[in-house]
């Protein structure tokens, strides 16, 4: 049983920055995989960016040089840095793990609103 909390969500001009965090809580275990996903009204629910238990990476394509996911020491918070906001990056942020059995948990949601 793994619960998380999400925070770091706001409104933010274009072209500015926001740091988005997930704190875990409940698991003595690692994780098999930690990140974000997004989804705007009227858009499936989408990756933005993955990082496993050996620290590999994935984005996607849209916001490649942008955004960043990062861990801290002890791999339980994962942080998504934002960075050249595009209105079009305005969506709910879900953050994710998946746990030693395969199970995904899923986080409350963040509100990331970019204005033009």
């Known amino acids: 049983q793994v619960q998380l909390v999400e925070s770091g969500g706001g409104l933010v001009q274009a072209g500015g920055s926001l740091r988005l965090s997930c704190a875990a809580s409940?698991?003595?275990?690692?994780?098999?995989?930690m990140g974000w996903y997004r989804q705007a009204p009227g858009n499936q629910r989408e990756l933005v960016a993955r990082?496993?238990?050996?620290?590999?990476?994935n984005y996607a394509d849209s916001v490649k040089g942008r955004f960043t996911i990062s861990r801290d020491s002890t791999k339980k918070t994962v942080y998504l840095q934002m960075s050249s906001l595009k209105p079009e990056d305005t969506a709910v942020y879900y953050c994710?793990?998946?746990?030693?059995?395969?199970?995904?948990?899923w986080g409350q949601g963040t509100q990331v609103t970019v204005s033009s």
């Open positions: 409940g698991s003595s275990r690692g994780f098999k995989a």
């Open positions: 990082i496993t238990s050996t620290g590999s990476t």
């Open positions: 994710y793990v998946q746990d030693a059995n395969w199970y995904d948990y």
